[in-house]
């Protein structure tokens, strides 16, 4: 469905390359900003149990290079910083940080995006009331169960309740917005989050069923943002063909092209797919599969990609 040509995906990568080179040079300046710590599927790379060339073929470099999906904002003028996922590589994803958050926001109870919080007892770091904020079910499952329940009984972690839709103001033209999306609910709700900042805003869609799920059109949302981190976990059906969909529902990366084929290539080009299982073409700059989305329009993910607001 998507042809490529090699000189425009050339062409394509060498835009990538240039736009994120302009990106990384806002760091220094006083305007909020986005980094990337992370973005591989919740049991990263190398994954556990891994056979195939995608794990035992990984260089210490591609290795160190890899981690599971997680976001930091940064507030140069207030020297602040916000975490996005309490992931399980949490420890070096901490150190990128150079300091201690301000806040952790939480989009579920999956191991990949919660789990992390335990480095956090005192069995580890022995953390003073750190906020951690999430949806009620979330909140309810923390206080309810252990070992999460000993992190708020030790003040380890303070809870701060978040609601669907209504915005949490971290600083002065600073917002973050979470919204529901369909996923697999097992413990809590999952939601999404919207991040505006003083002038441009950001989508963080790790997780969701199916776009044609969701309440919301995508192509919508995105005429709001300047930046949408979403859900890539599986190129394409071929990953999966062990295991059934119904267990673990994602949009694969080709539909959610084919679902935007028309749109325009601004509306693409805020696309950055993120949260790529261990098996998924795109984590290799070099594959067909990720000369197949530059070439579509679509971008991807990169650990240390920054991007002001």
């Known amino acids: 469905m998507f042809r490529i040509n090699y000189y425009s995906t050339l062409l394509f990568v060498l835009i990538n390359l240039s736009h994120h080179k302009i990106i990384s040079a806002q760091e220094n300046n006083s305007s909020p900003f986005i980094e990337i710590l992370g973005t591989l599927q ?8 891994c056979v195939k060339s995608c794990c035992l073929a990984l260089t210490q470099k591609e290795k160190n290079e890899r981690s599971i999906t997680s976001l930091a904002l940064h507030h140069p003028s207030d020297q602040t910083v916000f975490l996005f996922e309490a992931t399980p590589d949490i ?20 191991i990949g995006h919660y789990s992390g919080l335990l480095q956090l007892g ?5 953390a003073k009331n750190i906020p951690v904020y999430v949806m009620p079910k979330l909140q309810s499952f923390l206080e309810k169960n252990g070992p999460w329940s000993q ?7 303070s809870i701060r309740p978040i609601k669907e839709n209504l915005s949490i103001l971290i600083a002065e033209n600073l917002s973050i917005t979470p919204f529901t999306v369909p996923h697999r609910d097992e413990f809590s709700e999952t939601v999404g989050y ?26 919508n949302v995105l005429q709001s943002v300047d930046f949408a981190f979403i859900d890539g976990t599986f190129f394409d059906s071929e990953e999966i063909s062990n295991r059934s969909l119904k267990e673990i529902p994602h949009p694969f990366v080709v539909e959610t092209m084919s679902l935007l084929k028309d749109a325009t290539p601004q509306i693409k080009n805020k696309i950055y797919f993120i949260h790529m299982n261990h098996s998924n073409p795109l984590l290799n700059p070099e594959s067909f599969a990720t000369k197949q989305v530059l070439e579509a329009g679509f971008q991807i993910s990169r650990k240390g990609q920054k991007f002001s607001l």
């Not at 919740?42 to 149990?49: F, K, R, S, T």
């Not at 420890?91 to 999956?110: D, N, R, V």
């Open 122 to 126: 005192r069995e580890v770091l022995g």
């Open 151 to 157: 992190l708020v009984e030790l003040k380890n972690i």
């Open 42 to 49: 919740d049991g990263g790379a190398p994954h556990l149990g």
């Open 91 to 110: 420890q070096s994803q901490w150190e990128q940080l150079g300091k201690i958050p301000e806040g952790i926001f939480i989009t579920h109870a999956h």
């Open 194 to 219: 919207h991040i505006q900042g003083p002038k441009k805003a950001a989508l963080f869609i790790p997780d969701i069923d199916k776009w044609v799920l969701w309440d919301n059109d995508l192509l």
